[in-house]
Each structure stands twice: as C-alpha cells, then as structure tokens.
C-alpha cells in the first residue's frame, strides 16, 4: 500500500539553509546536504529545496547544491524557486533534482506548463501554490506571497491538473508561520477539485497537526521546514506516531 | 564495464551516482558495440512512452536492446518498454516481455507517486538480503500486467494489483526507482550488479 509521505523543506540562500520570515531576519539552519542525510537516515521520505533569492548570480551556487546532493542522498528530491523556462527545467534534473517545483510563472504564464510536462513528463512537476481566503473562497498569491492576483486558487488547480501538472504543492497564506496546524479547509477543498496528489504544507506545529492533514483530508504527504530544521519535531518519532494512529508511513 | 544506455528518457545523473557509490565503473552510452559487449546493462527510463521509444529507433537501439544476452535491468519506464504495448500514447514496444501496459483507473490519484511496499512472490538474487514487503520509491502512471511466472515481486495501488519486479531470461525490470529507494533500493542494484 503506498504511504503517506513527509517530506522536508529546506530555503536556500547563498548554498545554506535559511528560515526567517519572508526574506528577513534569515536565520542560518546549516549545510542543506549534510541536513539533506540527516533526515534521510531518519526515515524522511522526500526533500525539497527552494531557492529563496533565485537571482542569477545565485544560479550557479544552486546548480552545484543539486548536484552534490545528488550525489550523496538516495532518496528523492524537488527543486524550485525561480523556474521559468524549459532550460531551467531542464539543467536542474540534469543537475541530479528528480522533480522540479513551479511557482509565479505557472500563474504569469500557464502554458510554461504544458510545455514542461510534455516535454519532461507530469512525473517531475510539482505546481507549488499561495493561496488566501476571501471570504468562502480563496485567491492565488504570486512573488513569494507579496502580491495578490484575481485568480480563484481552486480552479487554478483544476487547470493545471488538465495542463498536465504531476503534483500540488498548496502553502497557505493563513497558515503560514503560524504553527497553528494545516489549512484543513483548503487541503479539502483543493482534494475534492482535483485527483492529482497534494502536498500539505503551512502551518505545522506538532505532530497531532501531520495526523489530522491526513485523518481529515485526503492529502498525499505533509510538509514541514523549521520544525524540523530546529529539531523542534523529530522524524523518527513523528513517524512512529503516524503509525500508532493507523495512518500508512515507512518506518 | 557496466553500460546505462543513453536516450532521451532517461535519468542518467541519480542511477550513475548509485553506481558511484557502489563503486562499480560504468559507461554512460548508446554505441551497439558498447552496449553489446557489456557486463551488465542499466536502461533507466522517465518521461512518455511513445517519445522514448521515437528516440530509440532514431538512434537504432530497438534493434540492439532485444539482442542482449547479459543481465539487463530496465527501470520504470524502462521496463514497461519491454512489454509489447503501452496504453501510453498508444505505443508499440518490444515485446521482450508479454502482458501489457495500462492506465491506472481514474478512480486513484495519477501519478503513484510515493512509497509502496513489495511483496515477493518468487525467490530470486535480485532480492538476496530484502525483507518481504520493503518499502520502495514509484513514480507511475501506468502499470504491468504479465504472466505470473514472469513476475519476482508485486506491489499494490488501490485496487489494483501490479508488477512491481518483473524477469525473463536476462531481462529483469522495476518499476520502482532503486537508485532512489534508499538503503533498500541500493542493495537491490548491487544485487543487480553481482548477478
């Protein structure tokens, strides 16, 4: 039976591990490979890495980030932060990533996609979205969750399921930073729209949170970053929890 | 030498560092005679079934690829070309193996993407030193169906029940990602490569 999966975030600036609140007061969180096999001895199932200032000085530094922790992880990896052109997409996989996120320039541009997924199969792109409620619906967030657009977030993911999109990687805005659990109204509303597997992310405090993402909702894995960058939430136990509560984890 | 044939649809970089940390040397190729004369033979796969298979005709390797007589492992979409048809954009493939390659029914998330366990229903080195129902990394949209002699191991995606290791003769396949399947999928390719 294939199981629920957990995966760790890592933002990168300048080679490192950052977390901070949007860009500031950037607190140092390691070496993202050394990071990369500790969570992968401890069971994690998935790593993604998000170039947080995706500049293009900043390009090269990422490129040999993927490469070196391709070599030395064996588990599967996502890259995203930045990825607007076929070319991108294509020098991270070579670059070792076995998928690739996409942002903004899915909203900005939505045929980026079709183009991607028929040209490196739905398999290794993950459209990672924004969203925030207004009211009993909720808008997409381009640029890092700064600037609003009119676009309606659940349809936009029905759209990109039909333009060939392999994964949805859903942040909630209202979630975010919080630790105050996942946006369950939203995982909900984002599963029953589409069939593609989504991947909980905003919000995790505690271990309960990863349980009721997916007692409640029908996501396919959960996502979490500083909380386990600080060793606030270990992998091993969170894992052993899961299991305990009859959820499906490889332990 | 080990040869990891080289078209369009595969995931070179992630099977050739597995190698690496094997320690095993290997020739990222597509000369016949390279591919010919090799000691083991790796056919990673990723992508459509019906550009790859354009891509290996361009280049001439459907020919080459059914006359291997040494141990070859086709992985995911890898091994589903060795079946003689993929529902995939209606692809002929080469027909290595019998059975065929379908669609997951659209009442289950497409992809499979995650981890899944094997169940072995036949002994073989392949899986010397992996624990029954071992957890492994797929990424698939499509799955096998062949004869169950031809099968070493199965997985299951909803309700169905699916190939999850396949052998004939030389050619063995996965349709799981072992150079992505942590410790597990990396004793499996070692296995691979000692046979």
Not at chain 1, 37 to 61: P, Q
Not at chain 1, 125 to 138: H, L, M, T
Not at chain 2, 113 to 121: A, E, F, P, S
Not at chain 2, 185 to 193: C, D, M, Q, R
């Amino acid at each position: 039976m294939l199981t629920k999966r957990i995966i760790a975030c890592m933002d990168i600036a300048d080679g490192r591990v950052k977390k901070g609140s949007k860009f500031k007061n950037l607190l140092d969180a390691g070496d993202p490979t050394q990071l990369g096999k500790l969570y992968s001895k401890k069971g994690v199932d998935e790593l993604i890495f998000l170039d947080i200032m995706a500049t293009v000085e900043n390009r090269d530094t990422l490129f040999d980030l993927v490469r070196r922790v391709s070599k030395e992880i064996n588990i599967p990896f996502a890259v995203g932060g930045g990825v607007k052109t076929i070319d991108d997409i294509r020098n991270l996989l070579n670059a070792g990533a076995d998928k690739v996120s996409i942002g903004s320039a899915a909203i900005t541009n939505p045929q980026f996609v079709n183009k991607a997924t028929k040209e490196f199969g739905s398999q290794c792109i993950i459209i990672s979205v924004d969203p925030k409620r207004e009211g009993d619906s909720w808008k997409i967030y381009i640029k890092g969750g700064r600037e609003r657009t009119d676009i309606d977030a659940i349809e936009f993911c029905k759209d990109m399921e039909r333009r060939g999109a392999g994964e949805l990687l859903v942040n909630s805005l209202d979630q975010d930073g919080t630790k105050g659990g996942y946006d369950i109204e939203l995982l909900k509303a984002v599963g029953k729209a589409t069939n593609l597997p989504v991947i909980a992310s905003s919000g995790a405090g505690k271990k309960e949170d990863f349980l009721e993402a997916f007692v409640e909702t029908n996501v396919s894995a959960a996502l979490a970053a500083s909380l386990f960058h600080f060793r606030e939430l270990d992998i091993v136990n969170l894992k052993k929890y899961l299991a305990n509560n009859n959820i499906t984890v490889r332990l | 030498m080990i040869t990891i044939i080289n078209y369009n649809a595969g995931n070179m970089a992630s099977v050739a560092n597995a190698l690496e940390r094997l320690g095993f040397e290997y020739e990222i190729t597509n000369d016949a005679n390279k591919i010919l004369s090799a000691n083991k033979v790796i056919f990673p796969g990723q992508g459509r079934a019906k550009s790859a298979m354009d891509d290996l005709k361009a280049k001439g390797l459907d020919k080459i690829i059914k006359k291997i007589k040494q141990p070859f492992l086709g992985i995911c979409l890898g091994m589903q070309l060795l079946l003689p048809y993929s529902q995939e954009d209606d692809t002929k493939c080469f027909g290595i193996i019998k059975g065929a390659v379908k669609r997951f029914p659209d009442d289950e998330k497409i992809p499979q993407i995650g981890w899944n366990d094997l169940k072995q229903t036949r002994k073989n080195s392949l899986l010397d030193g992996i624990k029954n129902e071992t957890y492994v990394y797929f990424v698939n949209s499509y799955y096998i169906q062949t004869d169950d002699s031809n099968i070493l191991a199965t997985y299951k995606y909803g309700k169905i029940t699916a190939a999850g290791i396949i052998k004939k003769n030389n050619f063995y396949g996965t349709q799981f990602h072992p150079e992505k399947s942590g410790e597990a999928g990396i004793k499996i390719l070692e296995n691979f490569l000692k046979l």
